[in-house]
């Protein structure tokens, strides 16, 4: 698209450069939308293909949660985040939920920047956006949120921001911010994606701390009641600016939407059965199998359903504090991984549901396959002898984890972990693994989840066997949070979701510099220079096909480390609800696209008689 000086609100600022830009920046477009590496599909459209626009609104739509909540502000990362607070606040842009690295507008009508090498990017903002209160969404407030977030958030965030350089109101509704480096070219999609504040209510606040007091946002819904600690609702805003934009037509079509806590997912399930909320994600196996059989379901009115998305399996894992001995050393995690039985985990307790994960990527183009290709050798042999031998091995592979017979006995797997530790200069008195300095091996596993330990177990009696002294730690979800956010653990279980366009939160995830930030996301601790500069790379990809190459050396990397024991994990998702929210025909491909559902009022009033009568 060719540069576009039409702009009223920038011509001032642009018309002094114009000669300069068309020489320098050849690529420097302005589109109503973001699209990296692609085109969009959608640019035209009046409403998503995945939207019905005739949609009714009305009803009332229910949901659970683990744990509590003592903050409204979920980006300063303090406490308990509350469930849901993003529908307060609109972002600057919208995603797709068909097309991966695309955008359209929201709080910004245009966006200019080179997609090529993206230097700055400046936003212009519809006029008519507006907060709950009727001002004005200006340039000013976008430029006071982003200096909240790089001095005042969470460090990770701090972090997934760190390459802006400075931010500038151009106008009233022009803003641009300019980055460090010379081509960061998913930043304005990163950038797109952050929540706007207003600057004016902050003005006797302070960002820092927690806060229960309702934020001021231009998002679809306002905070209805909060019941601290138990619930939260949000009613749908009858206001809302941006409800007739394309990207919104046939969207939050709900009156209210509640989020219930529970201390328990068990004590949840009940709930749901006896209609204290009404849609419920299920994620133990044992119960999608077994325990959907109550009269609700029978009768039909309650659904089982089954969702599959074209992103990566969420990765399932055991996180091995590398900070921490003897987890510090690679052929102690080596040894671990041979000692977990996955086969015989979905066998005897998952009733066969699930799959065991190879990558950090699977299920989709980013995951590393078989050994790597002619173009990975290319990128690996630079770094190979910056490696671990043990690494060096592990890149080179066709990667596959120890595969047991599923007897639940796993003596192979066991054995050769053994051998491992033996080599490594472990050795055994009285049955007892010790390390190379004579210490009886020690290992608490940190445990928030309840009922969990069923799971935990089979794995902990493998490594006694192994002679580790093994501890399971039961905390609250708070206390949980708390630890996690310092690094106080030393092996605990985890759930990390990817995207299918990494980018910046992968510095969050695996960066030396990640690792000593407290509350950030490295949370195994690893300091590796090569994975820092694949990490780049991967930032910093050029096209679509170098990003799924550069990931790939990335995945492999991350694996032949052990800094996690890749678990179980399964390709689709599984909710049930109460029989009364219709869906479009076109389901989107990222996402389930709950906030395009709605409630038939017919099916709403049989369900609420069925529950009067029961």
């Not at 509350?82 to 939920?97: A, I, K, P, Q």
């Not at 984890?401 to 008195?429: C, H, M, V, W």
């Not at 407290?518 to 780049?536: L, S």
Request: one cysteine or more; hydrophobic letters at 35%; a positive charge.
């Amino acid at each position: 698209m060719p540069l576009n000086f039409a702009c009223a609100r920038t011509c001032v600022f642009l018309s002094a450069c114009v000669v300069a830009f068309q020489t320098t920046w050849a690529q420097v477009q302005t589109s109503p939308y973001i699209a990296i590496h692609t085109q969009p599909k959608y640019a035209q459209a009046q409403s998503m293909p995945y939207a019905n626009p005739h949609a009714p609104k009305g009803g009332m739509i229910s949901a659970a949660k683990n744990g509590t909540f003592d903050n409204l502000n979920s980006m300063n990362g303090k406490g308990s985040s509350t469930e849901g607070v993003n529908y307060l606040f609109d972002t600057l842009m919208e995603s797709s939920l068909d097309e991966p690295s695309v955008m359209y507008p929201l709080l910004a009508e245009k966006v200019t920047f080179d997609p090529v090498k993206t230097k700055y990017v400046i936003f212009h903002l519809n006029p008519k956006a507006k907060f709950s209160d009727g001002t004005p969404v200006t340039a000013e407030d976008v430029r006071y949120t982003f200096e909240l977030y790089l001095t005042k958030s969470n460090p990770g965030l701090q972090m997934y921001l760190a390459d802006i350089d400075q931010v500038n109101a151009l106008s009233k509704y022009d803003v641009k911010i300019t980055f460090k480096s010379d081509s960061n070219t998913e930043m304005p999609l990163i950038l797109a994606q952050m929540p706007i504040y207003s600057k004016a209510d902050w003005k006797n606040k302070d960002f820092a701390k927690l806060t229960m007091k309702p934020i001021l946002g231009s998002g679809p819904y306002l905070i209805d009641r909060i019941d601290a600690g138990r619930s939260i609702t949000y009613k749908r805003n009858p206001n809302y600016w941006a409800k007739d934009l394309a990207i919104n037509r046939g969207r939050y079509n709900f009156d209210r939407i509640k989020y219930v806590y529970y201390r328990s997912l068990d004590i949840a399930f009940e709930g749901f059965k006896s209609g204290q909320y009404t849609f419920h994600e299920e994620y133990k196996s044992r119960n999608w199998v077994t325990e959907y059989d109550f009269n609700a379901v029978k009768s039909g009115m309650v659904v089982k359903y089954r969702h599959k998305t074209k992103v990566p399996v969420t990765t399932q894992s055991f996180v091995l504090n590398t900070r921490k001995a003897p987890f510090s050393d690679i052929y102690f995690r080596q040894a671990l991984n041979y000692a977990y039985d996955f086969e015989w985990q979905n066998k005897a307790l998952f009733y066969g549901q699930y799959q065991r994960l190879q990558s950090y990527f699977q299920n989709s183009e980013l995951e590393a396959k078989g050994a790597p290709s002619a173009t990975e050798l290319a990128i690996l042999k630079n770094y190979l002898p910056k490696l671990h031998p043990l690494q060096q091995q592990g890149v080179l592979a066709n990667w596959k984890f120890p595969e047991t017979d599923a007897s639940g006995f796993n003596r192979k797997g066991l054995l050769q972990a053994r051998a491992i530790l033996l080599k490594a200069g472990y050795r055994y008195k009285n049955s007892q693994l010790l390390d190379q300095k004579g210490r009886v091996v020690r290992i608490e596993l940190l445990n928030h989840q309840e009922g969990f330990q069923r799971t935990l177990m089979a794995y902990v009696r493998n490594l006694r066997k192994l002679g580790i002294q093994v501890s399971i730690r039961q905390v609250d979800t708070p206390q949980y949070i708390e630890r996690m956010r310092r690094y106080d653990f030393e092996m605990t279980t985890m759930a990390m979701p990817q995207s299918l366009t990494p980018s910046n939160e992968q510095a969050q995830m695996w960066s030396s510099q990640a690792a000593d930030e407290i509350g950030n996301y490295n949370f195994a601790g690893i300091k590796n220079p090569v994975i820092d500069d694949a990490v780049q790379q991967v930032i910093r990809a050029p096209s679509r096909e170098q990003l799924i190459l550069r990931t790939k050396i990335l995945d492999r990397l991350l694996r032949s480390g052990y800094y996690q024991i890749l678990t179980y994990g399964k390709s689709e998702n599984w909710y049930a609800y109460w029989n009364m929210y219709k869906q479009p025909q076109v389901k989107p491909q990222l996402s389930l696209g709950l906030d395009y559902w709605w409630v038939d009022q017919n099916q709403a009033k049989k369900v609420a008689q069925y529950l009067r009568q029961n």
